[in-house]
């Protein structure tokens, strides 16, 4: 097997933290994928990875050879296509991870013409509601909304911000009417919205003047989806606060009404992330772009 297969197989490993799950991945035996790091450690003279029963993890020699092996391959594939001014000829594996929003309002609405456009392109999307973790598990690019935490060693690119407001379905409003102010918040409730189950909730948000400002507002409900969110909205279950955009389908059909039009949440920052490398694919860098163009990440109403 030659050796740039052999250390796509190591990467892929690393990253999943399974032979079986790597080699499914790449449509390799799973003795195949196993052979293959072991050539490889036999040729380095170091063990690579940590084999236990449940998990396979990278060695301190295998982390460092990982970084190499990331930035050979995407020079790899840069040498292969340095020659063809035809952007039609980029091929390779692209994962990407975004909120459901995003995806559903922005992007998959123009994906067909950016995969028409790059047929050698294979995209795998993840929208987990979670923060997924870019280098570990092997992601090109996240999109992310809201303020950046944990984003050490990674590069941050601005694309613009959400507008946020906050919304409820006609039959809530009916029977306990529409607010006006914060100040007539009193006796209403809302859904609440958490990553992570047991914390405070964050309360009702809103600017003005005199700056941000979060009142505490009961709930009967928290979940940690966004389609359960906008769906708990839909059923009357609550006031929920989100990014305009992506509640613009629930509002055109009649199913959700902006309230508080004048009394919206601070705006949330929409980013790209992606790891810092020497050498950055080129399938990278035009996918990211296209996603800066498709996107409405300034949207308001």
């Not at 009404?257 to 790891?275: C, F, G, N, Q, T």
Request: proline share 5%; net charge negative; charged share 25%.
């Amino acid at each position: 097997m030659h050796d740039i297969e052999a250390m796509k197989i190591f990467v892929r490993v690393a990253e999943r933290g399974s032979f079986t799950q790597a080699a499914a991945d790449l449509g390799l035996p799973k003795a195949s994928a196993s052979n293959a790091v072991q050539r490889l450690e036999a040729l380095l003279g170091t063990r690579l990875l940590h084999r236990t029963t449940r998990r396979v993890e990278p060695s301190q020699d295998g982390l460092a050879f990982l970084e190499r092996c990331r930035d050979t391959l995407d020079a790899f594939d840069e040498l292969q296509s340095m020659f063809r001014d035809d952007e039609r000829q980029l091929r390779g594996r692209l994962r990407v991870d975004m909120p459901t929003t995003a995806a559903r309002a922005f992007v998959l609405p123009h994906l067909p013409e950016f995969l028409a456009a790059h047929p050698g392109i294979e995209l795998e999307l993840s929208c987990a509601d979670r923060r997924v973790d870019l280098v570990r598990e092997g992601f090109d690019c996240v999109l992310r909304v809201g303020v950046l935490e944990d984003v050490d060693n990674l590069v941050a690119r601005p694309l613009g911000r959400y507008d946020i407001g906050t919304f409820a379905s006609p039959a809530y409003l009916a029977a306990r009417g529409e607010p006006r102010t914060p100040a007539e918040l009193d006796g209403h409730r809302m859904v609440h919205y958490a990553q992570n189950f047991g914390g405070t909730p964050d309360g009702f948000e809103y600017v003005d003047a005199a700056g941000v400002h979060v009142l505490p507002l009961a709930g009967a409900l928290t979940v940690n989806n966004t389609d359960s969110y906008q769906a708990a909205c839909v059923a009357g279950l609550g006031l929920i606060q989100a990014p305009v955009a992506g509640m613009r389908h629930l509002v055109d059909a009649g199913l959700v009404k902006e309230i508080l039009l004048d009394h919206r949440a601070e705006p949330m920052p929409v980013s790209l992330l992606y790891a810092s490398r020497r050498h950055l694919p080129r399938r990278v860098r035009v996918f990211m772009d296209w996603l800066a163009e498709c996107g409405e990440w300034n949207a308001g109403t």
